[in-house]
């Protein structure tokens, strides 16, 4: 057993989630008493006991922080390794990883699934002795559950065939000994995670309710965020399977978390992608004269907030914070600040794919690059998504901030790339653009012979109106395809009538596609509306992933959205070619061999080798 936590009552969470390895740093942070033992026994007597293992691995987790980003975004093609970057960083980003690299030590991962098996394994007990509730047992199982399946799925995208073990090891020497043990291939790996988690029995889009002792807010910050989208972990692993319908389902209870809130704010703005939170503006005369550009307001603003703000968590589904005074202290400070050792900045690529944009006022650029990076004085590009909720004052004595890991867009894209594969192209159309109404919107619906007032929205034409009130269409409204986005303000409002879309949020145009067709729009301020869809799969799959790296460069996303389409498709090109231009655009000598090693998937995969 290698967690060493005890108990915890008013302490800082940075202390807590610190306290993650050696007993001696958590002695002080939470006064243990110096026969405090590394004794399970002694660990798993009572629910604060749990609790604090619970914290205690998640502490362990803020330490992957660095190797995740590095990993599934500078094998990718929107981040580069600078003149500043070590041998190992530059390894990965010419992917010629050696052994001895330690970004590619897939013990990291190891150490944590053990604990989580020893968790998991003492939690039962705990329930079965009476020492945890039914409730409570079923939340913390639950949670490391599928944190576990996170852990095994980076482990299978980046080094492919991994041993899948669930059972607990007694010292971290074993761990070195897993060389030894007979691989799962990555498809079977996604089979028993799935298997693993699909009926886990706490299946709430927040892993711990509010009242639960695993939610508080200390030190200015809330826990309620720290702990793993489960929704989200699923969806990505039903998207590997190909199983599209189950994806959607399990980003829709996601998306839909807070369809039942009654406070308004929180039921029509949460996970929404709407109008009233992290807009782009910018005046049409002159390029970026009025572009938000805020720590404090517009799209910038939710990487600073603090996750107490409502703005923030109308966002962020999964993010964990960082302390000045704990290890592992922000990682993404050394990395990307100038006033760190500035290794890694944006591509050129990403930025000549924003460059090449226009967005919807007619200006040449897209409006998120100014704000996912900055120029430096002496015209270095910074990225800076990982450290505008740093402080104003960036080094070794300010190494605060948050590791922000899954947030809306990034679950919007994801449905939109289900959906789409699933034959709901229409709907993965209309949220990742300017949102349900510009594109469903079929006017007014009468009933009894009277015209009813108000903006009705529809997910097929072929409706009848059978009552006040009622959107009757081909999906129940059990199914993830179902969407109420209805905006009458003296009659109805359905919870998704404020969505515009991930580029309408972003002011950027509505793709053009062949297969689209527009009419004249019928409601004022809804502008033209579609009146046929028939694009092909895969070219609204291109325009998907491109969008995701839009919005969501540099944040964890974009090597398994390269790999995933990739193998879907059978075309290593799809992936291998998007490094190849990365380092081509950085004039990198070995961009043709880096592409020739890529197409050959067996070559995606790090070595395997424990340390």
């Not at 009933?447 to 072929?462: A, V």
Request: charge should be neutral; proline fraction near 4%; include cysteine.
């Amino acid at each position: 057993m290698f967690i060493t936590y005890r108990k915890y009552s008013k302490y800082s969470l940075w202390a807590i989630l610190a306290c993650s390895l050696s007993f001696t740093s958590c002695k002080k942070a939470l006064d243990f008493s110096p026969e405090d033992k590394l004794d399970s026994s002694k660990m798993y007597n009572t629910l604060a006991d749990a609790d604090a293992v619970v914290l205690g691995i998640y502490g362990q987790v803020a330490g992957l922080g660095e190797r995740y980003i590095v990993l599934n975004e500078l094998r990718a093609d929107l981040i580069d390794v600078t003149q500043n970057a070590n041998p190992y960083l530059q390894q990965v980003s010419n992917h010629e990883v050696a052994e001895d690299n330690p970004y590619a030590d897939p013990s990291a991962f190891y150490k944590i699934i053990f604990n989580c098996n020893d968790a998991l394994k003492n939690f039962k007990v705990m329930e079965r002795q009476g020492k945890l509730s039914n409730t409570e047992f079923n939340q913390r199982y639950s949670d490391l559950a599928m944190l576990r399946a996170w852990l095994y799925l980076q482990l299978g995208i980046h080094f492919g065939d991994v041993p899948y073990i669930k059972n607990t090891i007694e010292s971290v020497d074993e761990i070195k000994s897993l060389e030894n043990y007979p691989k799962t291939t990555f498809d079977h790996l996604v089979d028993s995670l799935i298997n693993d988690t699909k009926d886990l029995p706490y299946q709430d889009p927040y892993a711990y309710p509010t009242g639960s002792t695993l939610v508080f807010t200390t030190d200015g910050a809330s826990t309620q965020k720290v702990f793993i989208s489960k929704a989200h972990v699923l969806g990505e692993l039903y998207l590997w399977k190909g199983n599209y319908y189950e994806a959607a389902r399990s980003y829709k209870r996601l998306l839909s978390a807070e369809d039942n809130n009654s406070n308004i704010d929180y039921l029509f703005n949460f996970n929404r992608i709407g109008w009233s939170y992290f807009n782009v503006s910018f005046a049409r005369a002159q390029e970026g004269s009025s572009l938000v550009n805020s720590l404090t307001a517009g799209w910038r603003s939710m990487f600073a907030l603090s996750n107490t703000i409502r703005e923030w968590n109308s966002e962020w589904n999964w993010s964990i914070p960082y302390h000045n005074s704990f290890a592992p202290g922000n990682p993404f400070i050394e990395l990307f600040a100038k006033s760190g050792k500035y290794a890694l900045k944006p591509s050129q690529k990403v930025i000549d794919l924003w460059n090449s944009q226009t967005n919807n006022a007619g200006i040449p650029w897209d409006p998120r690059s100014k704000l996912s990076y900055e120029v430096a004085a002496n015209g270095d590009p910074v990225i800076t998504k990982f450290t505008d909720n740093s402080g104003d004052v960036l080094g070794l004595l300010n190494k605060g901030g948050r590791w922000n890991i899954n947030r809306a867009a990034g679950a919007h894209l994801r449905f939109a790339e289900a959906a789409n594969r699933d034959g709901q192209g229409r709907l993965a159309y209309a949220l990742a653009n300017w949102g349900l109404i510009s594109t469903f919107y079929y006017g007014a619906f009468t009933k009894d012979g009277g015209i009813i007032p108000g903006n009705f929205f529809e997910l097929e034409s072929e409706i009848t109106h059978e009552g006040f009130g009622t959107n009757r269409t081909t999906f129940a409204e059990s199914s993830p395809y179902y969407f109420d986005a209805r905006d009458n303000a003296s009659i109805v409002r359905g919870v998704w009538y404020r969505n515009s879309g991930i580029r309408g949020r972003a002011t950027m145009p509505r793709w053009q596609f062949a297969g689209i067709e527009y009419g004249p729009g019928t409601v004022s301020g809804y502008g033209s509306v579609m009146t046929a869809f028939n694009v092909p799969q895969a070219d609204l799959e291109d325009k998907i992933i491109e969008e995701s790296a839009l919005e969501l460069a540099f944040e964890g996303e974009r090597w398994s959205d390269l790999m995933r389409i990739a193998k879907r498709r059978h075309d290593p090109a799809f992936l291998a070619d998007k490094v190849y231009e990365k380092l081509l655009k950085a004039n990198n000598p070995k961009a043709g061999a880096v592409r020739s090693k890529l197409m050959d998937m067996n070559n995606w995969y790090l070595p395997f080798k424990l340390r």
